[in-house]
Nanobody, 120 residues
Framework: QVQLVESGGDLVQPGRSLTLSCAASGNIFSIYTMGWYRQAPGKQRELVATFTRGGTNRYAESVKGRFTISRDNANTVYLQMNSLAPEDTAVYHC???????????????WGKGTLVTVSS
């Protein structure tokens, strides 16, 4: 089993910052991509930021210059969110493409999400 567990969601005022964390655990052989998507009420899930298979970062245009994705060596990624605005309100889901150690295929995993609410 492989799990993605997010943390860090909160209610914050516009202009403030927040950091989300996502930890991957379980029977992991290799992580190919790992990042963040979000889904606002009544909207489709959209990419926020991710590490790609090529090792580069990819960001949504709406968050460039405000959000930064980073990772450590312990299968955890972070999303530093600065200058938050009400339109950033959403459930933020961690997403990863992982090869578990019990199969030879790469599988897609999602976390349950953490709620970020930006409001005064």
């Amino acid at each position: 089993q492989v799990q993605l567990v997010e943390s860090g969601g909160d209610l914050v005022q516009p202009g403030r910052s927040l950091t989300l964390s996502c930890a991957a655990s379980g029977n992991i052989f290799s992580i190919y991509t790992m990042g963040w998507y979000r889904q606002a009420p009544g909207k489709q899930r959209e990419l926020v930021a991710t590490f790609t298979r090529g090792g580069t970062n990819r960001y949504a245009e709406s968050v460039k210059g405000r959000f930064t994705i980073s990772r450590d060596n312990a299968n955890t990624v972070y999303l530093q969110m600065n200058s938050l605005a009400p339109e950033d309100t959403a459930v933020y889901h961690c997403h990863a493409e992982i090869r578990p150690d019990y199969v030879t295929t790469v599988m897609e995993y999602w976390g349950k999400g953490t709620l970020v609410t930006v409001s005064s």
